[in-house]
């Protein structure tokens, strides 16, 4: 499976930067990547996995944050 993030109109680079930061433990500079990857390109696959559990625990603290995302087989 894998989880994208999508780009908005809500959310600050910084604030997608800190919350791929603390629930996808990526440093800064890989985050800040992803960041500018969704602003330019509308979405960044973000996560693969075969654990379904672990991806939809991250999806759900995603969208906690208030980020866009989804899971796609």
């Keep these: 499976m894998k989880l994208f993030i999508l780009d908005d109109d809500v959310n600050t680079f910084d604030e997608v ?9 990526y440093p800064h500079t890989q985050a800040a990547s992803i960041a500018r990857i969704v602003h330019s390109k509308g979405e960044c696959l ?13 999806y759900k603290k995603l969208m906690a944050d208030g980020l866009n995302v989804k899971i796609e087989e």
Excluded: F, H, M, Y
């Design 17 to 25: 930067i800190r919350s791929i930061q603390i629930n996808l433990a």
């Design 46 to 58: 973000v996560k693969t996995s075969t654990d379904t559990d672990k991806l939809d625990k991250i």
